[in-house]
């Protein structure tokens, strides 16, 4: 089992709605949660982190933590096509300082 | 405004040669990582240091070396490349403070074993 599991997708939405994006872990010494998007071609860029249990939005985007049921989500309000690229969760394990990403889920915005 | 540097950006190897990845980071940062991507695989940490003078297996680290050569520099080492190394290769570092940590990624570095 991988540390950090993510549905491939892709997941496909309509230009507007609301893309829900998914991310289990199985190291409960986990601290902080990370979601970062690449573009084909390019390098990861950080969208938001969490390390709180609850919400965390920042502009369209909304982070949700749930430290007992081991899930990470991100929304992505107000879904633009320039929105489509790989979402890439990542938990970083203060114990070991290091961060474990999982596969990544494809995402299409479709006009 | 360099951030985290990676060189080459592209490399072809013959199945045995060895190679080094060369990183440095201008941010200060403590820790510093190297992974690599291939489709469908997301990242993959091959091997990290947390801070100078210290490095550590990651999740894929077998026909890899690493030198944590400084607080700047990080690198990465091919002793005999395999085809299976063909990959995206990302370095990365970041300040290593447990929460709200942010880790930056150069921009990648090509490798095909043939």
């Known amino acids: 089992q991988k540390e950090v599991e993510q549905n491939s997708g892709p997941l496909s939405v309509p230009e507007g709605a609301i893309a829900s994006l998914n991310c289990t872990y199985s190291?409960?010494?986990?601290?902080?949660f990370f979601w970062y998007r690449q573009y084909s071609g390019k390098s990861p860029e950080l969208i938001m982190f969490?390390?709180?249990?609850g919400d965390k939005e920042d502009g369209r985007f909304t982070a949700q933590l749930n430290k007992a049921s081991q899930y990470v989500s991100l929304l992505i309000r107000d879904s633009q096509p320039s929105d489509s690229a790989t979402y890439l969760c990542?938990?970083?394990?203060?114990?070991?300082?290091?961060?474990?990403f999982g596969a990544g889920t494809r995402l299409a915005v479709h006009p | 405004n360099a951030g985290v540097t990676q060189t080459p950006k592209f490399q072809v190897l013959k199945t045995g040669q060895s190679m080094t990845l060369q990183c440095a980071q201008d941010?200060?940062?403590?820790?510093m990582y190297w992974y690599r991507q291939d489709p469908g695989m997301g990242l993959r940490l091959i091997y990290y240091?947390?801070?100078?003078?210290?490095?550590d297996k990651g999740e894929v680290p077998n026909g890899y070396n690493v030198s944590r050569l400084n607080k700047r520099e990080f690198s990465l080492r091919l002793e005999s490349a395999a085809p299976s190394q063909t990959s995206v290769y990302f370095c990365?570092?970041?300040?290593?403070?447990?929460?709200?940590?942010?880790?930056?990624f150069g921009e990648g570095s090509w490798l095909t074993v043939v």
């Open positions: 990365a570092s970041s300040s290593g403070d447990t929460s709200g940590n942010t880790i930056y």
């Open positions: 190291d409960r010494g986990s601290q902080s």
């Open positions: 969490i390390y709180s249990n």
């Open positions: 990542a938990a970083f394990s203060g114990g070991y300082n290091k961060l474990i």
């Open positions: 941010m200060n940062h403590n820790s």
């Open positions: 240091s947390a801070s100078e003078g210290t490095t």
